[in-house]
């Protein structure tokens, strides 16, 4: 009976121990990505400019770029060879993403120049604090990094 009692409680303070942890994890959003480069196109046309043309290859790069970043949780040019902005935070809605850009001058310039005809952003977003506990799973984003590239 007290073996039956131990594995009892054994499998009760493992079950409670491992029903709430933490994970990193990441993911991307293509939402906020296009939202944000359509509205760079509004712009660029506003002020005369052609618009981009989306490139897929290039939005794959600018993805797995992001990611790459969230995964080590520091902003840091690449060296792909296309013009590029980056960021890190300000990044939870197209609108927020593009204000961020707009609101740098340097930043600004890069995406209004006109050398450029395509581009794309890539979006990546670190996810820590996953709780898992009472069948209840909670994500928290604590920070998320995009790459917008042209040539």
């Keep these: 009976m007290m073996k039956?009692?131990?594995?009892?409680?054994?499998?009760?303070s493992l079950w409670m121990i491992f029903t709430t942890f933490t994970v990193n994890q990441y993911y991307n959003s293509d939402d906020i990505a296009k939202g944000t480069f359509d509205l760079i196109n509004s712009e660029?046309?506003?002020q005369g400019r052609p618009p981009l043309i989306w490139d897929d290859n290039m939005a794959n790069?600018?993805?797995?770029?992001?990611?790459?970043m969230a995964t080590i949780d520091k902003l840091v040019h690449s060296n792909?060879?296309?013009g590029e902005n980056i960021a890190m935070g300000g990044v939870?809605?197209?609108?927020e993403l593009y204000e961020l850009w707009k609101n740098s001058s340097m930043h600004h310039a890069n995406y209004m120049s006109?050398?450029?005809?395509?581009?794309?952003i890539g979006i990546g977003f670190k996810l820590?604090?996953?709780q898992i506990g009472n069948w209840t799973i909670t994500y928290n984003i604590s920070?998320?990094?995009a790459t917008f590239i042209a040539d």
């Design 44 to 46: 660029r046309i506003n």
């Design 128 to 130: 820590s604090n996953i």
């Design 143 to 145: 920070r998320g990094y």
């Design 114 to 120: 006109s050398q450029y005809t395509r581009g794309a």
């Design 92 to 95: 939870g809605s197209s609108q």
């Design 4 to 12: 039956l009692v131990g594995a009892i409680l054994l499998f009760i």
């Design 61 to 68: 790069q600018a993805k797995e770029y992001s990611i790459y």
């Design 80 to 82: 792909m060879g296309y």
